[in-house]
């Protein structure tokens, strides 16, 4: 039997849908074939975008649960397999891509459904992951989709299609842009679905984005957070600012900038978090002065209760 699709995107049944497009994410980062190394990557990705398809779309996965607790039906089929064996490739879950007409997908062709009324082609759906940079200035990229399709004889397969993207400035995380036409086609002479990219941002060790918010690490000295002292740092929108550090400021405490976060409709706001970098002692002098801040400091203890 065909691997099924919670097994190919290792989440149990009961997972939520936020949990099924984190793993989705994590796998597509891996074996998406314009980055991975990976041999089988093409094969991977394929079977990932079919499970996320399916497990994603509540009505689809209601659906696929039901054929995994009756594996075998009205006509005696296995659930799974739905059409013939492509080159040594079992492409599974196309008839529920596609919806179901009369006696079942492996049949499909023009002749047969001859007369009969069309159907407009399923929404597709797919996450794109930009540098955070883009949601200040906007970029335009180029994008490899696969997508589950019906060639001329009726067959199953899987067409690679480029796009290229327009993503404007103040686009939120997760918000989606909507490519009208460019989703699964239509069957019997029906509309071609749509195409909705959602935005992500990538995170780095020091900064990521949640809807229109941004947060950032920003490190500074120990006597700077003492002193509450003004220092001038480099923000993520590209600007530079001069931010005035609360006088005994601690690691993880945040400082908001309004209105410095992405600028979408509703701008977003920046928040920093401070992170007091200690600096090492290397020197002769730097030992010393470490030995007068304990014997100025001599009262303080870091582990008393």
Same mark, same amino acid.
């Given at each position: 039997?065909?691997?099924?699709?919670?097994?190919?995107?290792?989440?149990?049944?009961?997972?939520?849908?936020?949990?099924?497009?984190?793993?989705?994410?994590?796998?597509?980062?891996?074996?998406?074939?314009?980055?991975?190394?990976?041999?089988?990557?093409?094969?991977?990705?394929?079977?990932?975008? %079919?499970?996320?398809?399916?497990?994603?779309?509540?009505?689809?996965?209601?659906?696929?649960?039901?054929?995994?607790?009756?594996?075998?039906?009205?006509?005696?089929?296995?659930?799974?397999?739905?059409?013939?064996?492509?080159?040594?490739?079992?492409?599974?879950?196309?008839?529920?891509?596609?919806?179901?007409?009369?006696?079942?997908?492996?049949?499909?062709?023009?002749?047969?459904?001859?007369?009969?009324?069309?159907?407009?082609?399923?929404?597709?759906?797919?996450?794109?992951?930009?540098?955070?940079?883009?949601?200040?200035?906007?970029?335009?990229?180029?994008?490899?989709?696969?997508? $589950?399709?019906?060639?001329?004889?009726?067959?199953?397969?899987?067409?690679?299609?480029?796009?290229?993207?327009?993503?404007?400035?103040?686009?939120?995380?997760?918000?989606?842009?909507?490519?009208?036409?460019?989703?699964? $086609?239509?069957?019997?002479?029906?509309?071609?679905?749509?195409?909705?990219?959602?935005?992500?941002?990538?995170?780095?060790?020091?900064?990521?984005?949640?809807?229109?918010?941004?947060?950032?690490?920003?490190? %500074?000295?120990?006597?700077?957070?003492?002193?509450?002292?003004?220092?001038?740092?480099?923000?993520?929108?590209?600007?530079?600012?001069?931010?005035?550090?609360?006088?005994?400021?601690?690691?993880?405490?945040?400082?908001?900038?309004?209105?410095?976060? %992405? $600028?979408?409709?509703?701008?977003?706001?920046?928040?920093?978090?401070?992170?007091?970098?200690? $600096?090492?002692?290397?020197?002769?002098?730097?030992?010393?002065?470490?030995?007068?801040?304990?014997?100025?400091?001599?009262?303080?203890?870091?582990?008393?209760?």
């Amino acid at each position: 039997m065909t691997k099924n699709y919670y097994e190919i995107l290792g989440v149990p049944r009961d997972a939520t849908v936020e949990q099924i497009k984190k793993a989705y994410r994590k796998l597509a980062r891996k074996y998406h074939p314009d980055v991975s190394k990976e041999a089988d990557a093409e094969e991977h990705m394929q079977q990932l975008n %079919i499970a996320y398809d399916v497990l994603s779309n509540d009505e689809k996965k209601a659906e696929y649960d039901f054929e995994l607790d009756h594996p075998q039906n009205s006509q005696g089929r296995d659930a799974h397999q739905y059409y013939s064996n492509m080159g040594g490739q079992d492409f599974t879950g196309f008839e529920d891509l596609f919806g179901r007409f009369g006696g079942g997908f492996g049949g499909f062709n023009e002749q047969r459904y001859q007369g009969r009324a069309s159907y407009r082609g399923d929404d597709q759906h797919a996450t794109l992951e930009v540098d955070l940079d883009v949601a200040f200035h906007g970029a335009t990229q180029n994008v490899t989709l696969q997508i $589950p399709t019906i060639n001329a004889y009726g067959q199953a397969e899987v067409q690679r299609k480029v796009l290229k993207i327009k993503i404007p400035k103040g686009m939120k995380a997760g918000q989606k842009i909507r490519l009208t036409g460019q989703g699964q $086609p239509g069957i019997h002479g029906g509309e071609n679905g749509d195409l909705y990219i959602e935005i992500q941002y990538k995170a780095t060790d020091s900064t990521y984005a949640e809807n229109a918010d941004v947060y950032h690490h920003l490190k %500074i000295s120990p006597w700077e957070a003492a002193l509450g002292q003004s220092i001038t740092a480099s923000l993520p929108n590209g600007k530079q600012l001069n931010i005035q550090i609360p006088k005994n400021a601690k690691t993880g405490q945040q400082l908001r900038l309004k209105n410095q976060g %992405i $600028p979408a409709k509703d701008v977003g706001h920046l928040f920093l978090i401070l992170d007091i970098v200690q $600096p090492p002692a290397q020197t002769e002098q730097e030992q010393q002065a470490y030995e007068a801040f304990a014997a100025a400091f001599s009262k303080f203890k870091p582990r008393s209760s």
